[in-house]
Structures are given as structure tokens and as C-alpha cells.
């Protein structure tokens, strides 16, 4: 889709469909304003009348109005006028996105970006259109054989600003939005391909393609021969009991002097996770192949990182496998060496996440980075502390977790922050290893973090649980590619503050 900023404050762009808005009072937005006045009073008409109450998310299409000079004219609901914020404005930009679907419209104005909307700027609003029309758009890459839907009309939606210098700003904030859709798609298609399409190797395969696609990227794959020559002791205890082989995907984009320290985002990339020997239950597990999530969106990260050419060194490291039980699987009671050196005793073969990332946190020291963050669907006690709405941040630098925390905010991809420490850590005591990687079930979440805590000492790090976040079950079951727009957001902001 084709997202342009144009300067009409008057509301005079000739378009298949203007996008306006009216507040429940009755309050027309600015576009609906000179619009109304084009067509005679209409839309102010509407209120009194009974027939458009203005409430959030409700939408009224007028075809052929006269006088306009747009064909059509999609009047959104947009409720209070003193309560209208960043969610309010977002709901009224879906309902939006939702009616022109069902229109024969190719192109549209959204004037809702003249609005004042709290703790929104011009970029901002900008930026929430190309994202919000972004997901609407996307598609789901299915295997069925039926008649696929015809392509969306609607290719292309420009923003009205009242000047150049508001253009120049919104343009920005459009190409912004673009690629963070653009990462978040790529993120959503790995996560929701079958398990026996999108495997380790496969992940590798993409992961190339972008190297191809963007100069400044480069990859390297290490396959089980390669992993074993590292030492990653954890990561092939998991590996094992697959015949599907592993892969450590490394990508370096430099976008800064290659004396500036990296940013290091760390996935973990369990392409099925069946549970290994402490199989999981039946139920819900063909959801299990989302258990890449995090893999998915931190190459979804550095593919709009990309786009966006931002002056920064990021480095992602994915440890991608299958967790499966078979003869050959690890078992409880095994003890692992890890790459640190450190030995961990498996008690629980479906806590395999924190094994292979606590291998690739280890890994990416020789990166030397500024920062790193890991990416994970590691525990189901997230879900059950912060439901499907935060993800949860874990950290040993209260500096970064508030970056982390305000990325989501600004991105609407919110977090939550949760705590670590040695208390946690006494729950992991082994009396044959050095930890286990389990702790009961009492501060689950919490427990987890705090085993990569250990891995992760004189780092700057925090960790992502995004079990409650990364997909939806259900009847809309799929990717919704989380957290790419927090972790966008955040390197956007670290690239500014350099």
C-alpha cells in the first residue's frame, strides 16, 4: 500500500473517499468542518437527526455527495472530544481501515490527522495510519486450496496536514509506520507458517534472503556441526531429540562506524515445541509452532531497521530448533554444559526456551554490545500474571527497562515490568548442578528471567516475555507480531539520542 502526506487543510483533494469524523456531542472534526460546508450542511445534519451519534468506532459512508470533491465520504464515530487520546484515535483509524474494505474506493484522504489528539504529535498520527492500514491489509499465508479473495481495492491513503513543514513531518512518520509494518508482517508470515514449512532451516533460508535484499546486512549460519564446535551444550541438549537440525542465526546490520557498540537482540526460534519427554497436553498444542515468535520479530526488527537506515550496529542472534521427544531426547535428571561453562540440571524438558537462549545470550558477548535484549515465548505464567494485553520486561538496568516501557507506550505495543533477583535465583538450586532450570510454579515468569539473569551478568540486558502477546488463539487465531512496534520504537529513540 502507498502512503503519501499531502498538504490540503481545506479539505479539496480529489480522492475515491475523504475519511472525516464527528465527536458524540455533535462536534464535527476539521475535515468534516469544510466538508460539510461543500455539501450543504449535510453531515452536521446527521446528529441532530438522530442518524450518526457520533460514538467511537461507529461509520456512516456517503456516496456521490455533491459539492465534495471526493466521491464518497466516511464519516467515523469518534466519541468524546475530551477524551480523545491515542487509543481512541486508533480505534477510529481501524473502524476506518474496516468500512473502506467494503467499498470500491482505490484511494483515500484521512483528515482524522488534523485532529488534536493527546500525546500524539504530527509524526505520531502519521505514523498510527500507515500501521493501522498496514494491518488491516494483511494477509494470512494459508495452504488452502479453495478461490483465494480477491486483492483489497484500497492501494493507496494519503494524510492531510495543514502545511508543508506538517507534511515533511508527516511523511516521515508515514515511512516510519511503513516499515514497522513491513517487519511486523515478515514477523506474523514466519510465525504462522505450518511447523513443517517454517523449520530451523527454513528460518536460516529467510534470514539470508534479507541479507540479499539489504546490503547492509549480513548472515551467518551455523548448522549442529557448528553449534557443537561452539560448546553450546544447552542449546543441543534441546536440539536433540528432532530430526529437524538446529540452526544459530547470527545477522549483523551496520548502519553506524563499526567502533560503535552494538545493540544485540536475542530470539528464541523453537520452531515446534511439543514439551521433549514432559510432553505438553493435547490441547491447543498444534499452537506450539508460534513458540518462534520471538525469532520472528527481532528479524522483523531488523528488517524495518533496515528500511529506516538507521545510524545504529544491530546485531540478532536466533537460536532455532524443535523440542521433541524421541529416544535421543534429553531427559529429566540430565545435566548440561552450557556455553558459559556453567552446568544446568534439565528438570523439565518444556522449560527448553531458557536453554537455548541462556547459549545465544553467552554468544553475543563477543559482539561486545551496548545493550542486549532477548526475545521469548518462554513461560505460560506470564499469561497468567499479565493476560494477553503486556508483554513483560525483566532487566538488570532500571535505565532500560524504562526505555523499553516507553517504547510501548509510544508504539501502543505495551510492556509491563516484572522483577529478578537472588530470590528467584535460590528457587533454581540443584544439589548436582550449578542451577536448574526450573523453580516450581510459584513466580514462574520470574523464575525464568532470573535463570538468564545468570547468564547475563555485567551485561546491560533485559529480557521479553511475549508467551501472552505474540498471537491470539481462538477463532483469530494467528501472529499479531509483537513486540516488533516496542522494539522498533526503541531503537528509533536510541538512534535519535546518538
Known sequence: MEFKAIVDAKARARADCAVVG?????????????????IGGLIGKLHGSGDFAGKLGDTLLLPLPRGAASARVLL???????GFGRKQYRKALQAAAQALGRTGATDAVVYLTLEEVADLDTLYRARMVAEVFSVHAYKVPDLKTGTKPKAPRLTSVSVATDDSRDAKTAAAGLHTGAAVSSGVSLARDLANLPP??????????????????????????FDERGIKALKMGAFLAVTQGSVQPPRLIVCEYRGAKKSVPPICLVGKGITFDSGGISLKDPPAMDEMKFDMSGAASVLGTL?????????????????????????GAVKPADIVTTLSGQTVEVLNTDAEGRLVLCDAITYSRRFKPATVVDVATLTGACIVALGNHFSAVMSNDDGLTQELLAAGVRADDRAWSMPIGDEYVDQLKSNFADIANVGGRE??????????????????WAHLDVAGTAWLGGANKGSTGRPVPLLVDFLLHRADAK
Open 303 to 327: 528488517r524495518a531497521v533496515a528500511e529506516l537506515r538507521l545510524p545504529i550496529n544491530l546485531v540478532v542472534v536466533i537460536a532455532s530448533c524443535e523440542n521433541m521427544p524421541s529416544g
Open 443 to 460: 513466580g514462574g515468569a520470574c523464575t525464568a528471567a532470573s535463570f538468564l539473569w545468570k547468564f547475563a551478568k555485567d551485561l546491560k
Open 76 to 82: 467515523i464515530g469518534l466519541g468524546a472530544r475530551s
Open 196 to 221: 513443517n514449512v517454517c523449520t530451523p532451516t527454513y528460518l536460516g533460508k529467510r534470514a539470508q534472503a534479507l541479507a540479499k535484499q539489504w546490503p547492509s546486512i549480513t548472515t551467518k549460519l
Open 22 to 38: 464527528m465527536y458524540e456531542r455533535g462536534d464535527l472534526s476539521v475535515g468534516a468542518g469544510h466538508i460539510d460546508s461543500q
